[in-house]
């Protein structure tokens, strides 16, 4: 389970989740990935754990290159927290949507449509103080 901790009322630090390689990784594979990742949309939402409402429902969220000396980029989902969002104490369980449009065309290449729900592995426990 990953956790990330902030209090109640503050909007610092934001939530960054950092993308990382399923062990499948080769060379056109993250070729595509990092061509198809620049027209995606990412959205954060986030549920109540006691109650199961939503506190936040898709919000606009970013996806940061992290930038490095190295041939293998790297990203990280980022979301700025709203004062509503932190306006009050409790779990809650949070998780980033990955929309790929589709709509890069390139011969040879089928790039990937469709929604990435992240965290996959473990659940995104966001505590507030």
Not at 37 to 47: E, G, K, L, Y
Not at 74 to 85: A, F, G, M, V
Not at 97 to 122: A, H, M, Q, R
Request: aromatic share 12%; with cysteine; proline share 3%.
């Amino acid at each position: 389970m990953q956790y990330h901790y902030i209090n109640q009322f503050s909007m610092n630090p934001p939530l960054r989740i950092e993308l990382i390689n399923d062990g499948k990784y080769d060379f056109m594979k993250a070729y595509e990935f990092n061509n198809a990742i620049q027209d995606a949309d990412v959205t954060f939402s986030m549920r109540n754990v006691i109650d199961g409402k939503l506190k936040v429902s898709k919000a606009t969220a970013n996806i940061v290159l992290v930038d490095q000396n190295s041939c293998d980029e790297r990203y990280i989902l980022e979301y700025k927290w709203k004062k509503r969002d932190v306006n009050e104490k409790g779990q809650f369980i949070g998780r980033f949507e990955i929309t790929f449009n589709g709509d890069i065309k390139e011969e040879g290449i089928e790039y990937p449509k469709g929604n990435l729900i992240v965290p996959i592995v473990e659940e995104l426990t966001i505590m507030i103080k």
